[in-house]
């Protein structure tokens, strides 16, 4: 695993992203799960799945699943959470990387690839994490691919003010240009975060398509909720909150819009020979 990555992840802070400033992703991670997924009980991988937000919510809802992440750190965290719930507990969490899966052949129903992708800067590595999951797949079964869009910085930078930060402009324009996201200063700036490659939706798309899955959708996650700069108001009250997703969700899949969502999901579907 690459270095900053590893370094990034030891500071401990992906433990409550999505608690605090990542709410709106994952509400919008959680629909689109439940809407893609087969129904539980199911075999589920979890890969990249770090501290396990969405394993343990998924085995709280009845699937059987296991996750898989490099970070030593994320599967301690990942068992604890775990622990935490013994009536409804993980599979298992293991160390192990995307592009090398400790599983059998046709083993599961759905694999979560929600991290990995952005985190391989090479497209060969980002093939054979999707081959790897396209191997370990049954027929039919679902993979979940998240992405970070290509001017996810940028919006980023506008809507926390990054961009008045010195360096970010160049961290900016470099992926905006290549799609590769570097922190030059990854101890100064945890908040800039890591290594990572950025998609455009189409390249999500074809990469996805080309490890030999059908594309059966390709979505926005946090997609027109991303204009708020801070979306906890909205998710606090019942109200806002179904008027926030609703119009998140009408317009998820609008083609024009995909690229100003900081995070895409898609969804492939295995077929059943793969050559
Ligand atoms: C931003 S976190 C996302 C965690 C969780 N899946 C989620 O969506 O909240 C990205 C995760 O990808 C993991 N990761 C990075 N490179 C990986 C690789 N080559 N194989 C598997 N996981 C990887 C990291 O350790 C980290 O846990």
Same mark, same amino acid.
């Given at each position: 695993?690459?270095?900053?990555?590893?370094?990034?992840?030891?500071?401990?802070?992906?433990?409550?992203?999505?608690?605090?400033?990542?709410?709106?992703?994952?509400?919008?991670?959680?629909?689109?799960?439940?809407?893609?997924?087969?129904?539980?009980?199911?075999?589920?991988?979890?890969?990249?799945?770090?501290?396990?937000?969405?394993?343990?919510?998924?085995?709280?809802?009845?699937?059987?699943?296991?996750?898989?992440?490099?970070?030593?750190?994320? !599967?301690?965290? *990942?068992?604890?959470?775990?622990? #935490?719930?013994?009536?409804?507990?993980?599979? %298992? $969490?293991?160390?192990? +990387? @995307?592009?090398?899966?400790?599983?059998?052949?046709?083993?599961?129903?759905?694999?979560?690839?929600?991290?990995?992708?952005?985190?391989?800067?090479?497209?060969?590595?980002?093939?054979?994490?999707?081959?790897?999951?396209?191997?370990?797949?049954?027929?039919?079964?679902?993979?979940?691919?998240?992405?970070?869009?290509?001017?996810?910085?940028?919006?980023?930078?506008?809507?926390?003010?990054?961009?008045?930060?010195?360096?970010?402009?160049?961290?900016?324009?470099?992926?905006?240009?290549?799609?590769?996201?570097?922190?030059?200063?990854?101890?100064?700036?945890?908040?800039?975060?890591?290594?990572?490659?950025?998609?455009?939706?189409?390249?999500?798309?074809?990469? !996805?398509?080309? *490890?030999?899955?059908?594309?059966? #959708?390709?979505?926005?996650?946090?997609?027109? %909720? $991303?204009?708020?700069? +801070? @979306?906890?108001?909205?998710?606090?009250?019942?109200?806002?909150?179904?008027?926030?997703?609703?119009?998140?969700?009408?317009?998820?899949?609008?083609?024009?819009?995909?690229?100003?969502?900081?995070?895409?999901?898609?969804?492939?579907?295995?077929?059943?020979?793969?050559?």
């Amino acid at each position: 695993m690459d270095r900053d990555i590893a370094a990034h992840y030891e500071l401990g802070h992906e433990a409550d992203r999505l608690d605090t400033w990542g709410r709106l992703e994952r509400e919008r991670t959680l629909e689109l799960l439940e809407r893609h997924l087969p129904p539980a009980p199911a075999d589920v991988l979890d890969v990249g799945g770090g501290p396990g937000a969405y394993a343990v919510r998924l085995a709280r809802a009845g699937y059987a699943v296991r996750l898989v992440d490099p970070v030593e750190l994320h !599967v301690e965290q *990942a068992r604890a959470a775990s622990a #935490a719930q013994p009536d409804a507990p993980l599979a %298992g $969490a293991e160390t192990g +990387d @995307a592009r090398e899966l400790p599983a059998g052949d046709a083993s599961f129903d759905a694999v979560l690839l929600l991290g990995p992708l952005y985190h391989l800067q090479e497209a060969a590595d980002r093939m054979r994490a999707l081959r790897e999951a396209a191997r370990v797949l049954r027929p039919g079964g679902v993979v979940a691919v998240a992405a970070i869009s290509r001017f996810a910085s940028t919006i980023d930078g506008l809507l926390r003010a990054r961009l008045t930060e010195p360096g970010f402009e160049a961290v900016l324009e470099r992926g905006v240009r290549d799609g590769r996201h570097v922190n030059p200063d990854p101890v100064g700036h945890p908040h800039w975060f890591t290594t990572a490659f950025l998609h455009r939706p189409e390249e999500l798309a074809g990469e !996805v398509r080309a *490890a030999g899955f059908e594309l059966d #959708a390709l979505l926005a996650i946090e997609g027109v %909720g $991303a204009f708020l700069a +801070d @979306a906890s108001p909205w998710l606090d009250d019942p109200v806002r909150r179904e008027l926030l997703m609703r119009a998140i969700r009408r317009v998820e899949a609008e083609p024009a819009l995909l690229g100003a969502s900081p995070h895409l999901l898609a969804v492939g579907r295995a077929r059943a020979n793969l050559d």
